[in-house]
């Protein structure tokens, strides 16, 4: 079970950061992942990280203001959004599935999601 929080209204410019806790025992077995997606759109991909954090992969759009991050202890992982634009309003949503090389960017790949968390940036 997932669950992500730490989503809220921010201004262009400012950072924000999202959490998300995962139960079980087998977390760092599992790549993460963050979606989002907008009113009248498709769930996009945001950025994935490899089960043991050593690599991360961020898509063009949020690459250079946004870092995927994870803590294996904690069962969490975090989306750190820094210079947000107001197209960066969505509900963002985290997921699991492994393995995070096969399936990378693909909705379809990840087995389990969070319930999401919104995010409002306004201008």
């Known amino acids: 079970q997932l669950q992500a929080f730490g989503g809220g209204l921010v201004q262009v410019g400012g950072s924000l950061r999202l959490s998300c806790a995962a139960s079980?025992?087998?977390?760092?077995?599992?790549?993460m992942g963050w979606f989002r997606q907008a009113p009248g759109k498709e769930r996009e991909f945001v950025a994935c990280?490899?089960?043991?954090?050593?690599?991360?992969y961020p898509s063009d759009s949020v690459k250079g203001r946004f870092i995927i991050s994870r803590d294996n202890a904690k069962n969490t992982v975090y989306l750190q959004m820094n210079s947000l634009k107001p197209e960066d309003t969505a509900v963002y949503f985290c997921?699991?599935?492994?393995?995070?090389?096969?399936?990378?960017?693909?909705?379809?790949?990840?087995?389990?999601w969070g319930q999401g968390t919104q995010v409002t940036v306004s201008s």
């Open positions: 990280i490899r089960e043991s954090g050593g690599r991360t």
């Open positions: 997921a699991a599935g492994r393995p995070i090389l096969s399936i990378g960017g693909r909705r379809e790949g990840y087995l389990y």
């Open positions: 079980g025992q087998a977390f760092n077995t599992y790549g």
